[in-house]
């Protein structure tokens, strides 16, 4: 499992001291992005519809970079589907791939039945483990719930010398989430669950987070207490309305089933995969404007809510 490292110190991020000057963290889409590049270890947050980090991956896959090795907090599902249906990857740990109640992710399936990307069984306690040794500075982290399963037989469940499954630390090169608001110094603030976010922001050697608003710090100075990741962890922010899109931003917009339904019936048939949804949908649209211009735009998102009330 060459993307697992003992080298733990590497990740540890150190908060500015009081003499630094601060600067601003807020960044367009292209320029965020320059710090991908192929054959890293991306951890992609949010956690099924919720929270998907997808203008950020849309990006990823009109660059064309490959041979990715990816990680995701289980369940996940947009983000995850469109770099492997955009040919980005190359391996893939992950728990579980869906649309939830409308199906499984297509790319991701028929990714896991050809053998086109490498699938590496994994579960949230065996994938979040990783992660906690990281935080913890240690080369692994003890998981004994998966006693007894399948995952037994995955590689990520390695043992330690004690005989007990311990997933060695994860340390990603890159960490993409969104989030609904931050200010211009990174300071990230959840609406809703922040999931695994903020673990994986810990661990990651750079994060990059698009938020749907930029807040002023005056603002977040008088509610310290909704920052969920602050900015310290935070290498750029890119303000992106509707970044989320197709799935929800908790507090924002909820999920759009016609669009999830489109792009699934689109992705079930790899011989029109491209035109139907790849073309239209990422590389026609240069920006994540002119994507958000395509979908209807903000109006769209926010009528959305009418939707499911």
Known sequence: MDFYTGDVAMSTQVPMSRSTVRTSKLVDLTEAM????????????????????????????RRRIQNLRIIAAPPSGYAVDLLIGGGCVAEATIGHVSFEHMGLAPNFQRAAQTGAVKIIDADEATILGGFMATLEHLQDHPVTSVRGTDIMSSPIARRNSDGVVAPRAVVPDVCLLHAQEADIYGNVRNFGNSFADPLFAKAARHVIVSVDRIVENSEVRKEPHRTTIPGY????????????????SQGLYPHDETAIKAYIKAGQDPRSWEADYLEPLVHAPGTHEDYLAAIGGWEHLVALNEVVK
Do not use: K, M, Y
Not at 34 to 60: M, T, Y
């Open 34 to 61: 320059d710090v991908v590049c192929d054959g890293q270890l991306l951890v992609l947050g949010g956690l099924w519809f919720h929270n998907n980090p997808s203008a950020l991956a849309r990006e990823i896959v």
């Open 233 to 248: 962890l935070v290498d750029r922010i890119v303000c992106a309305p509707g970044g989320a899109h197709p799935g929800s």
